[in-house]
């Protein structure tokens, strides 16, 4: 009997720690979908404690909440595929994709440089002063070309809005479209890695996070063969 008890609790630790190593997600998705908890305030979901019948998940803010194992297991060989159906059942009352993005990839090549011209741009419009004898940026870098200066001076109130706002609707975009379809936490580090970068890169941005999609993608379709 006590052998029996010992084996129940090592398999019991064993799934809490590789649920809250490997599948932090999964409990994010229990929050958002059956106890209806943002995925803000769900980030960073800690798995407590697990029996037969329910599962106690913490959330990033500290509320705890019990979540119904159902149907009940009967063993522990059983709630793998118990919390697998589970999270299946959240992907789909979600919307989500069951690919979850965890990383984030910086940009290379010359869309190194993107950030560091849309700032450098917005900087320079960011007032109309910039472009009128005086400023630094004229007497150092407009001087010899007036007619340009000009142009930027008559354009300046038109184009930082312009810019602002087209900008703004690419970083809304990801979020609504990628991140949040990968189950990236609103508002976390990682959502703002990619929101920013969004912000000043445009579509590159999208073109690596696809990338990492396709890439897990890839290796599901491996691991099915």
């Not at 312009?162 to 990628?178: C, F, K, L, P, Y």
Request: hydrophobic share 40%.
């Amino acid at each position: 009997m006590a052998e029996a008890q010992s084996r129940d609790a090592g398999a019991k630790e064993r799934i809490i720690q590789h649920m809250n190593q490997d599948h932090q997600d999964s409990l994010v998705r229990y929050l958002e979908h059956k106890c209806h908890v943002s995925s803000y305030y769900a980030r960073n979901a800690h798995l407590e404690d697990i029996t037969f019948n329910s599962m106690t998940i913490t959330s990033g803010k500290g509320c705890r909440y019990v979540i119904p194992v159902d149907p009940p297991l009967t063993s522990w060989s059983e709630a793998r595929s118990r919390v697998v159906a589970m999270d299946a059942e959240c992907i789909d009352g979600l919307k989500r994709s069951n690919i979850t993005v965890k990383k984030y990839k910086r940009p290379k090549g010359v869309w190194i440089i993107a950030p560091f011209l849309v700032a450098g741009t917005m900087t320079a419009f960011s007032k109309r002063s910039n472009f009128e004898p005086g400023s630094f940026l004229y007497d150092y870098l407009l001087k010899s070309v007036p007619d340009f200066a000009k142009f930027c001076h008559t354009i300046q109130p038109y184009l930082l809005p312009g810019v602002i706002m087209i900008h703004t609707t690419e970083a809304a975009h990801m979020a609504s479209s990628r991140l949040d379809k990968h189950s990236v936490p609103r508002f976390g580090a990682l959502w703002w890695k990619w929101v920013i970068s969004t912000f000043f890169e445009g579509i590159d941005a999208f073109k690596r996070f696809d990338r990492i999609v396709a890439d897990q993608e890839d290796l599901k379709a491996k691991l099915k063969h």
